[in-house]
Each structure stands twice: as C-alpha cells, then as structure tokens.
C-alpha cells in the first residue's frame, strides 16, 4: 500500500526519530511539493528536517505532483495536495487535522495519523510502546486528549 504524507505527520515522526516507520509500513511514501517546502523551509538545520532531506536523499520517501500555482495557494495547502494525490492514486493520506481529515474521508480518501502510524508500528513490533512516544509529542506541542492518549496506549483507536 502507498501513502501520501502531510507536513505534520513528517515533523511529528521525525522529532521522534521514527521516520523510518513509514518506509517499514508502506511500499512507498510520497511527497508533495508543497509538503516538502513546508517541512523544509521553516527551519532548515532542525532535526526533523535533517531527517526528512536524508530520506528524500535515500529515496524511500518520494518526491510527486506537481506544485500548486502561487495563484491557488491557500493556508492548507500541503493538506489539499495530500488528499488530492492520495485521491488520484489510491493511497492513504498521512493527516494529523481534523478538518483534513474530514474532507479527506468524505472525498472517499483513506485517512492515517500520527497516533496511528504510531499504535500500526507497536502493533507491528516495530516500537515498544506508544505512551512514551505520545507524551514526547505533546512536550512539542502537539494536541492530544488524555482520552486519545489512553486510547492509544490500550490499542483502541476507533476515534483516531
């Protein structure tokens, strides 16, 4: 199965440096442009970023589509090229917000978060456990419910 990534779910996975879960659970990972400006821009030297170019570099991650024109952008655009391509290529979209998700999942477009990515890797004796993993990303400022943590750590996701 091939996925699409979003921005955050690159940033997330690669603060936790646990990039390479996505080359151990899909066939392939493509890239948008527009994903790959936003998790690249902003801070060049981060080690997410550093992490993100190298699998770029390798290959397991791979660039696609085409950028959107600067006329077309909009605030989430590395959210619509994901859902779009995942779309037009039969791939999972890698989507961390809930609106993305929700216009992803209407559009009859498979959805993945980081959350989980993450209980998929645990669940493939890929990492030991989540809840460490969980409460590292929320020190970076990601949102998750304590609900959604607990959920997570017992394997019940059916609100992920």
């Known amino acids: 199965m091939n996925a699409v990534a979003d921005t955050s779910v690159l940033i997330s996975l690669g603060r936790l440096g646990l990039l390479h879960i996505l080359r151990d659970l899909f066939d392939d990972v493509l890239v948008p442009p527009e994903v790959r400006r936003e998790a690249l821009e902003a801070r060049p030297k981060s080690p997410e970023a ?7 570099d390798e290959g397991w991650l791979s660039p696609c589509g085409d950028a959107v024109s600067a006329a077309a952008r909009a605030s989430h655009l590395g ?18 917000d809930r609106l993305a998700r929700r216009t992803a999942q209407r559009s009859g477009v498979a959805v993945l ?20 993993l969980l409460d590292e990303l929320r020190g970076y400022g990601f949102r998750l419910s304590d609900r959604l943590i607990e959920d997570a750590s017992t394997g019940d996701l059916s609100q992920e």
């Open 50 to 56: 550093v992490a993100i170019q190298a699998a770029l």
């Open 113 to 132: 978060g980081t959350l989980g990515l993450l209980v998929l890797a645990r669940e493939s004796g890929l990492i030991p456990a989540v809840r460490p």
């Open 79 to 96: 959210e619509d090229a994901a859902i779009r391509i995942a779309g037009e290529r039969a791939a999972i979209a890698l989507l961390d």
